[in-house]
């Protein structure tokens, strides 16, 4: 990688703490809970915990207790504020505070369990990205990070071409001692035709939104880590741009559009040249082995009008504001509108009508400061790839915005913690870049 900024984070406890060389640090921490998140299938929990019990929640709830601990053993103050971990701590106020109101009013047993399943996860979620905002000690453990980060997306998405070209689950095969499924395991969904794979995501859509969020990253890191042979670089983005298409999916569609267009406003004129030659390539390449997924791709956009999931969407929004009318201002609980009352398939429009207008205000600012710190950081490193992943990660977070407004993203385990991981990475880029110390 190329000699030119060593940051470190300005938190020293944390960095003592948390980034040991010697020892695992917070990105070993995180890669744990990487791990877990996206390559043990999102139903298989520990059987007592149910509801809390997947692998990739305990491991976020254990990170949020770590960071917690330390926060409490320190000596030394921190010394500049932190706009992420502030952000944060602004959303789960306002979610606390829609938690209160659920709980003060007449709640239905169903409707109390999903909430308290739902909080327990925001504060694994907060687990994730504060340890990852403070807890990532400088440049050199952030990029293994994120090669880490896109690893896991080449992975999971050659797992959904697998899925797509065989018909089968392949994961409905493994077993892990002391886990069980959580819910029967269905077999592959199918749309226009064609099987719809998953990996281990709950459903098609969130394996999408999941493998679109890390697509900027994979394809910052194989243009600009050239430290690295091209095949590892290089893999990711081919796997994660062959299964863009083949998860038959609206959302991610128009979701890696949002993504590679912002990622791409950082690009000189002849890079985005070659990016689109790339993206057409990748496209002939799935027209020949699969023409007619073009073809059903293509009616995903032409035939929106015939389409239930798009009606289904569009026929919420009248019922959705008498929802809203009841409680505007702070909702009705996280996660109480349940899939029974209706299936909106619009995160933002839930959120609208569980925390109100306060929550949803602030969950909104905690994504825009993060594009603004990943905007900033590229802006401010002279380091090609801190830069390229400055813009990626603000892109990520972009795509994870688009693909929100279209499905219940939040309700889902793998695409809420992924989002909440790139959050936190973000903002460990903005520290380790504003200090400006030289690498050793």
């Known amino acids: 990688m190329p000699e030119a900024v060593r940051t470190t984070a300005p938190d020293t406890t944390i960095r003592r703490v948390l980034s040991v060389r010697s020892r695992a640090d917070g990105v070993t921490a995180l890669t744990i809970y990487l791990v877990a998140l996206t390559c043990i299938p999102a139903r298989l929990v520990v059987g007592p915990l149910a509801g809390v019990g997947a692998p990739a929640t305990i491991v976020a709830l254990l990170l949020a207790g770590w960071w917690a601990w330390h926060q409490l053993s320190r000596t030394e103050p921190g010394t500049r504020a932190q706009p992420l971990r502030i952000a944060y701590f602004v959303v789960a106020g306002a979610f606390g505070v829609s938690y209160v109101a659920a709980m003060v009013r007449p709640i239905d047993s169903p409707e109390f369990s999903t909430a308290q399943i739902a909080m327990v996860g925001l504060v694994g979620w907060g687990g994730v990205l504060l340890v990852a905002n403070d807890g990532i000690p400088d440049p050199r453990r952030l990029v293994v990070l994120c090669r880490r980060l896109a690893c896991a997306g080449g992975a999971l998405a050659t797992l959904g071409v697998a899925q797509f070209a065989t018909h089968q689950q392949i994961v409905d095969k493994l077993r892990i001692p002391g886990l069980r499924a959580n819910g029967a395991l269905v077999a592959l969904g199918t749309r226009e035709g064609f099987s719809r794979p998953e990996a281990t995501a709950l459903h098609p859509i969130e394996f999408g939104a999941v493998i679109t969020m890390i697509l900027p990253v994979a394809v910052a890191l194989a243009m600009s880590d050239r430290g690295r042979s091209p095949l590892r670089r290089w893999y990711p983005v081919v796997a994660l741009g062959v299964a863009i298409p083949l998860s038959i999916s609206r959302s991610a569609l128009i979701s890696a559009f949002v993504g590679l267009a912002v990622l791409g406003v950082a690009w000189t004129p002849a890079v985005r040249r070659s990016a689109f030659a790339w993206v057409a390539a990748l496209n002939a390449v799935v027209l020949v082995v699969e023409p007619g997924v073009f073809r059903s791709l293509l009616s995903l956009f032409t035939?929106?009008?015939?389409?239930?999931?798009?009606?289904?969407?569009?026929?919420?929004?009248?019922?959705?504001?008498?929802?809203?009318?009841?409680?505007?201002?702070?909702?009705?609980?996280?996660?109480?509108?349940?899939?029974?009352?209706?299936?909106?398939?619009?995160?933002?429009?839930?959120?609208?009508?569980?925390?109100?207008?306060?929550?949803?205000?602030?969950?909104?600012?905690?994504?825009?400061?993060?594009?603004?710190?990943?905007?900033?950081a590229r802006r401010r490193t002279t380091d090609p790839v801190l830069a390229q992943l400055g813009q990626a990660l603000a892109a990520s977070v972009c795509a994870a915005l688009c693909s929100l407004a279209l499905f219940d993203g939040l309700a889902f385990p793998m695409s809420g913690g992924m989002l909440f991981l790139v959050l936190g990475i973000t903002g460990a880029l903005w520290q380790v870049v504003r200090t400006g110390e030289p690498r050793a």
Request: one cysteine or more.
């Open 303 to 376: 035939d929106i009008g015939g389409d239930t999931s798009a009606q289904s969407r569009t026929s919420s929004y009248a019922m959705a504001w008498d929802y809203i009318q009841m409680s505007p201002l702070v909702g009705r609980g996280f996660a109480t509108f349940l899939p029974s009352y209706r299936i909106l398939d619009n995160q933002l429009l839930g959120l609208l009508i569980e925390v109100g207008a306060v929550g949803l205000a602030a969950f909104l600012a905690l994504l825009c400061v993060a594009v603004a710190c990943g905007v900033l």
